[in-house]
């Protein structure tokens, strides 16, 4: 949702810094747990959830329909239920929701704690395939009953396996609209945390047995702190065409692609543009909001909210689709931006009518007119009536259009209100925008020179293009900055020819000081792996690499020494990535596919498997694959060494005659056996000497269990205790930011003989 602005750090722009709001997350719970503390005087007094103001203002501008003010208030006052999404693309996603159901669940349906019947947990009736679950269920209440406890654990290892989301309701929405396909270009423009970021990623992969989908995600904060939160995020789904970026969104750089050899400019099919606001939506779980709440916020927020928007408009395709949302119910936050957009956009742009693509959500549709107020209670009506000493704090955007036809053509109806009391959620506003044509600013007629003389219509998506453009790219590239908006063009033009000539063969690293203010961690460079490196034929070998496997995509984080870790990324990003590293600041990209051994020389392959990317890699190897039956998966995940002898003689017939190193374990599931698990599953393992080890991550090493039917706690304590013993062993360093760091520092030492 739009984050309020203390939670989205340092801007620049002066209306953010002034702003005194509390730190807010999306998927966070209720935000009072701080307030049950001792503070300096024995603890903070509890908010009375009471605003005066908020009334009248809301009261006067008639958001909430006749009759139902009553429900509209007690609804904010009441805690927001929990809700949680199972994620959609992993195969195992309808085995976490039959397990759920059939289990979980069930257990809930008569426990009452503290003589009160506990509420099941209900889907939320307009999320597809029931993948979206809410409940009243609070942590406290969680804690105190056994069966509860277990569905919390549950919910937190299932959390970390990345086959969980802990999100709240409205939040899941604005993805939802944008209808993203797996073809799709996507900007996500103010990305942290990140839960929005994991449903884009979820679309693109909708087909599992494509391991390189066409289109990528490039997710983007401003904020370097939060941009990691949303690395790991993100990581959890282990998808090789994610790309987490550091800019400010409302002048993030145009980015360019080769397309056959000539460079064209990148416009996305997609855009989520999720902006900073005050988050007066967010009162049932950001309490403080109550006592801070002032029309002031919404003031300051509504010009870098107009000019993000503008941003992103300007680097939408034409046909694409934007979608524009904040967790305000604020218009001068809401529609007054959609208007001025609308308004200078010159038909351009358009709001398209989504009433019917989330059947079962309930909304109310935009406003047509509203009134700007100050802080201290006075109202205006329109811009000729704000004296002169107003005018720094109130703009001529915050108004509607004066002229009766133009407001309505814009059909502002069609933008989207979620109010509180209508399905027991947050509040939230959601707009849909799609581009008719090109910005009225960056219409210039074409360059008569070079390939620039013939301007093209946009073009599909394809495997290696940008989605719309070319290098005439007059159009766009070469447009009449408008004040405030897109005025970097020309010193991008500038620094590219100064860099296209010097920049290394394969080589992505941050860009220059002189050239970008950076903040924050000095992130390692992205070096791609050379044709001709000697690193990767052994490799090839020992794995028996299909000749489609895409070799030109992997990468490595270092420029010297041995290459510890080796990540792969899709043929999209990797154009991306090297034609704009001294354009955009990356923070992460790449999934790890292998990880060299301690000692790894000895063996045939110094590199193993790494679980993290093997759903990716799997389909390109064709040797050391064993396919184990289901009673085999369950001892290796339950034992640290299995020796051969515990397991079938099915698996040890396959694993007899292996030369020692990393494998791959298969368990396809038996469509004759509908009560066994029947989602397939692929595991790194280990051959050693007289032994198989998985190379599993812990949660990940539950997850399995779990859907397996194995009750796993006390396996969870045995395995803390293994990592424990493990570390004062002096076993070594968790390899570098992996989601398998904390399995990886047992897994880093020698392997198994």
């Not at 984080?557 to 792969?568: A, D, I, P, S």
């Not at 009673?631 to 020692?660: H, M």
Request: hydrophobic content about 35%.
């Amino acid at each position: 949702m739009g984050r309020r602005v203390r939670a989205r750090g340092r801007r620049p722009q002066r209306q953010q810094q002034q702003q005194p709001q509390p730190e807010g997350t999306e998927d966070g719970a209720a935000g009072d747990g701080k307030r049950n503390e001792a503070g300096w005087e024995g603890g903070y007094p509890e908010i009375v959830k009471e605003n005066k103001l908020f009334e009248h203002y809301y009261q006067e501008l008639k958001i909430v329909p006749e009759g139902e003010w009553d429900q509209f208030m007690e609804a904010l006052r009441e805690p927001l239920p929990a809700t949680l999404r199972i994620t959609g693309y992993k195969s195992h996603a309808k085995e976490i929701l039959h397990c759920l159901k059939n289990k979980y669940f069930k257990e809930l349906e008569d426990l009452e704690v503290d003589g009160q019947k506990v509420e099941v947990p209900q889907p939320l009736s307009w999320y597809p395939e029931e993948l979206a679950w809410h409940t009243n269920l609070s942590r406290k209440i969680l804690r105190k009953s056994p069966q509860l406890e277990k569905f919390h654990q549950f919910l937190v290892s299932e959390t970390e396996s990345g086959n969980i989301s802990r999100q709240e309701a409205v939040s899941m929405i604005p993805p939802l609209l944008l209808n993203a396909q797996p073809h799709h270009k996507i900007l996500d423009m103010c990305a942290a945390p990140g839960s929005k970021t994991t449903q884009l990623i979820e679309m693109l992969h909708a087909d599992m047995k494509v391991p390189f989908p066409e289109g990528f995600v490039i997710a983007n904060d401003v904020d370097n702190k939060r941009c990691y939160l949303l690395v790991h995020q993100a990581k959890r789904l282990s998808s090789p065409c994610i790309m987490v970026v550091n800019h400010d969104a409302s002048s993030i750089p145009r980015l360019r692609m080769d397309v056959n050899g000539r460079k064209e400019i990148l416009f996305y099919d997609r855009i989520l543009c999720d902006v900073p606001c005050s988050g007066d939506g967010t009162m049932r779980k950001n309490i403080d909001v109550w006592k801070k709440w002032t029309t002031l916020n919404s003031l300051q927020l509504h010009g870098l909210q107009l000019r993000i928007a503008t941003r992103g408009a300007e680097q939408l395709v034409e046909g694409g689709r934007m979608v524009y949302s904040t967790c305000s119910l604020n218009p001068i936050e809401d529609e007054a931006v959609i208007a001025s957009l609308l308004e200078k956009s010159d038909g351009a742009l358009e709001l398209a009518d989504v009433s019917s693509e989330l059947p079962g959500l309930k909304w109310m549709p935009g406003l047509s007119q509203w009134k700007v107020m100050t802080k201290d209670g006075q109202w205006f009506t329109e811009w000729d009536e704000v004296p002169h000493s107003r005018h720094t704090q109130i703009r001529p955007t915050m108004f509607p259009p004066k002229d009766p036809a133009t407001l309505q053509a814009m059909h502002l109806e069609r933008c989207l209100r979620i109010l509180p009391h209508h399905q027991n959620t947050g509040g939230f506003f959601v707009a849909v925008l799609v581009k008719k044509s090109s910005m009225p600013w960056n219409k210039r007629p074409p360059k008569l020179q070079g390939d620039a003389a013939e301007p093209r219509e946009p073009v599909q998506p394809g495997p290696a293009g940008p989605t719309a453009g070319s290098a005439s790219g007059p159009s766009e590239l070469d447009g009449k900055p408008v004040p405030g908006v897109g005025g970097a063009e020309t010193a991008e033009r500038t620094e590219d020819a100064e860099n296209d000539g010097n920049k290394k063969d394969g080589v992505c690293g941050p860009p220059p000081s002189k050239k970008m203010k950076l903040f924050g961690f000095k992130e390692d460079p992205f070096v791609f792996i050379p044709e001709d490196d000697p690193l990767f034929p052994p490799i090839q070998k020992f794995y028996a690499l299909d000749p489609s496997f895409p070799r030109m995509n992997l990468l490595t984080r270092t420029m010297e020494g041995k290459k510890r870790q080796l990540y792969m990324v899709s043929k999209e990003l990797r154009n991306v990535l090297l034609n704009n590293s001294e354009r955009m600041k990356v923070i992460n990209t790449g999934i790890k596919v292998w990880c060299r051994n301690n000692g790894g020389e000895e063996f045939d392959c110094a590199f193993r498997l790494a679980q993290e990317g093997i759903y990716t890699l799997y389909p390109f190897i064709n040797s050391r694959i064993i396919t184990v039956p289901l009673e085999d998966v369950k001892i290796l995940l339950t034992q640290e060494n299995p020796f051969f002898r515990k397991l079938s003689s099915e698996t040890y017939s396959q694993v007899k005659d292996l030369a020692k190193g990393s494998i791959v374990l298969k368990y396809e599931p038996d469509p004759t056996k509908p009560d066994t698990l029947q989602c397939p599953i692929v595991l790194c393992g280990w051959r050693g000497k007289a032994s198989i080890r998985t190379f599993v991550p812990k949660n990940e090493r539950l997850h399995y269990l779990r859907m397996m039917g194995l009750e796993v706690p006390a396996q969870k304590r045995r395995e803390d205790a293994v990592e424990v013993a493990e570390h004062a062993a002096g076993v070594g360093p968790p390899e570098e930011g992996g989601v398998e760091a904390n399995l990886d520092a047992s897994a880093g030492a020698a392997p198994p003989r």
